[in-house]
């Protein structure tokens, strides 16, 4: 079964509570998972998305207490957006009037665009006829104005033609519009993270990763041989070669820098946030995995309590 659209985006943050404090509260997203950067164990890997961790739901961060701000420029993820429904744009304005919010017009449909405490470009998408869907209820934001998933991401780029074929031949997007210097690509049938716009910013000094950037930006899988096909499609048709393949517990993952140079991940949906531990409690111990669990006691006494 093929799926299509973004699977996850991590990115760089810098207190890890207050990164908690402002997605769970602010944005009213659930934390589905609590775990360790498996390449850096003594710093906490956050998992936020909707109630089951679907997905196109699923925003993940690297808090790094002392890492330096990232500096916007070519090669790196820009922005992050999600959806909400249309009438909630004056709900949203209001909420997050301390965050720099504004209102502007993108592709026909209103945007409004602001960043997190880390400085992180973030957007909610304002769409009609999505107020029945479902939505994680965190006990503050009524479930009507509710985040309802990815609506999409932008990346700047000093040139997009070779992305945007890796886009349309490997990851089943399709473009569909442009506006300005953006071209918008969009994954047929998949309303929840699939929207890929990239931005032609030639002369732009390079990004720099830091707090407040994006790491990379993973796309979907349906499971092991649909990755593996599109590792095969990478490297016949475009001369691209993927890392082997990682198991990160939840999902296993190859990993490339597409031709801009952002940092691309194919993850697999399988096997999922809810296979080490129920789904009623997702996001409530610490989860490590089987590797790191004999350090799991200096594990925990170096990583800051989080409440």
Do not use: C
Not at 51 to 76: D, H, K, M, V, Y
Not at 158 to 169: F, N, V
Not at 189 to 205: P, S, W, Y
């Amino acid at each position: 079964m093929t799926r299509n659209g973004i699977h996850h985006v991590t990115a760089i943050a810098g207190s890890a509570q207050r990164n908690v404090d402002f997605y769970t509260r602010t944005l009213g997203l659930r934390l589905v998972k609590k775990t360790v950067n498996f390449d850096d164990p003594g710093a906490y890997h956050l998992y936020y998305g909707d109630a089951a961790g679907s997905p196109g739901t699923i925003l993940t961060f690297f808090p790094w207490e002392n890492a330096a701000p990232g500096r916007a420029g070519a090669g790196e993820l820009q922005e992050t957006s999600f959806r909400i429904p249309l009438s909630a744009i004056g709900y949203w304005t209001e909420r997050l009037i301390n965050f720099g919010v504004e209102r502007t017009t993108r592709f026909g449909e209103t945007v409004l665009t602001f960043r997190d405490p880390d400085g992180m470009r973030l957007a909610l998408v304002g769409l009609p006829g999505i107020e029945a869907e479902a939505a994680w209820d965190n006990g503050e934001i009524p479930l009507e104005n509710a985040l309802r998933g990815f609506y999409g991401v932008s990346l700047m780029l000093e040139r997009t033609e070779a992305t945007g074929a890796i886009l349309s031949d490997v990851f089943g997007f399709a473009e569909v519009a442009r506006e300005g210097d953006t071209t918008r690509y969009q994954a047929e049938g998949t309303a929840i993270g699939g929207i890929v716009d990239l931005r032609a910013v030639g002369g732009f000094l390079p990004a720099r990763l830091g707090r407040g950037s994006v790491h990379h930006l993973a796309f979907r899988a349906a499971d092991d041989a649909a990755e593996a096909e599109m590792v095969r499609k990478l490297a016949a048709n475009h001369g691209l070669h993927t890392t082997e393949q990682k198991d990160r517990n939840y999902f296993r993952s190859v990993y490339f820098r597409e031709p801009g140079h952002v940092l691309f991940e194919i993850a697999t949906d399988i096997p999922g946030f809810d296979v080490d531990e129920p789904a009623q409690t997702l996001g409530e111990a610490l989860k490590l995995p089987q590797f790191l669990e004999p350090h799991r006691a200096a594990i925990e006494a170096h990583l800051p309590e989080l409440v």
